[in-house]
């Protein structure tokens, strides 16, 4: 059974680095108005279409010298990056959902032999999320944008998973879930949606906004304070580099929704596990 366990978290990593590059160049033809589904998976300098040689995960990278096979330029690192980053979000991902789902800590080789039909269903939907999430981190990051059209499927998907872990697995009632929804919606939406309101767009964006009502379909409220003080300090760090080197002050030239992202991950694995520990203290 080990030995099943490791193939597939093996098999998880490989499936997590492909759609870390697959964000990559989905991404990249949404930006570009190309047909971002189907669409041929080209070299961004010069336009060469790629063999199926060139698209295997971190492989191709490595092999290649990081450099494209056509025009022999470079390729960003950020390829490679994205391509770790998926792989690994994938594996810690189906390692901690059992623990998650029953909030204590399983261990992940005999958890794998937990994963009933409902469990396998709710970890496919998050990790559906997962894809989309790795998408918004990227946009954000380069044109400092939160689209709808990913930020739409992420409330649905968000939606589903959370009727699957609520009524599904923890049998919960369906008044009670839509409570936990409602409040689930105030400490980012809410917050975010007020200073919108007050600001007219100037301190926060619409898109900041959105994003919250998928973080609080994902995440109960006390999860979504974890979220907004974890995103904030997380902000805060990666500013230092910046006003260390520029010595300038003010400004971020940083978005923000990407701090967002990374703290929603964190929180929804492992925000049960603080939980517990911030409940003892
Ligand atoms: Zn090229």
Redesign the pocket.
């Known amino acids: 059974m080990t030995a099943y366990a490791i193939f597939f978290y093996v098999l998880m990593f490989v499936l997590g680095s492909v759609m870390g590059s697959f964000v990559g160049a989905m991404t990249w033809r949404m930006k570009t108005n190309r047909d971002w589904v189907r669409g041929r998976s080209?070299?961004?300098?010069?336009?060469?279409k790629l063999a199926v040689i060139d698209l295997i995960p971190i492989f191709s990278y490595l092999t290649l010298g990081g450099r494209?096979?056509?025009?022999?330029?470079k390729?960003s690192r950020s390829a490679l990056a994205l391509e770790l980053a998926g792989g690994s979000a994938f594996l810690v991902s189906t390692m901690l959902f059992p623990s998650m789902v029953y909030q204590e800590w399983l261990d992940p080789l005999a958890s794998f032999q937990s994963l009933t039909p409902m469990l396998s269903l709710a970890m496919g939907l998050w990790l559906v999320c997962l894809v989309i999430v790795m998408a918004l981190f990227v946009y954000d990051l380069r044109w400092r944008l939160l689209p709808n059209k990913l930020v739409f499927p992420l409330i649905v998907i968000s939606l589903l998973l959370s009727a699957v872990m609520n009524l599904g697995l923890a049998h919960v009632s369906l008044m009670n879930w839509l409570i936990t929804l409602g409040l689930g919606m105030l400490p980012i939406t809410g917050v975010y949606g007020i200073l919108y309101l007050l600001s007219r767009g100037r301190w926060i964006g619409l898109g900041d906004v959105k994003l919250g009502i998928a973080i609080g379909l994902l995440i109960p409220w006390w999860g979504g304070v974890l979220v907004l003080f974890l995103s904030n300090l997380l902000a805060s760090l990666a500013s230092i580099p910046g006003l260390l080197k520029r010595r300038i002050s003010g400004a971020s030239e940083i978005p923000f929704g990407p701090f967002l992202l990374v703290a929603t991950y964190l929180v929804f694995l492992l925000g049960w596990a603080l939980k517990n520990i911030l409940l003892v203290l």
């Open positions: 080209e070299c961004e300098r010069c336009h060469h494209c096979r056509y025009c022999h330029k390729i």
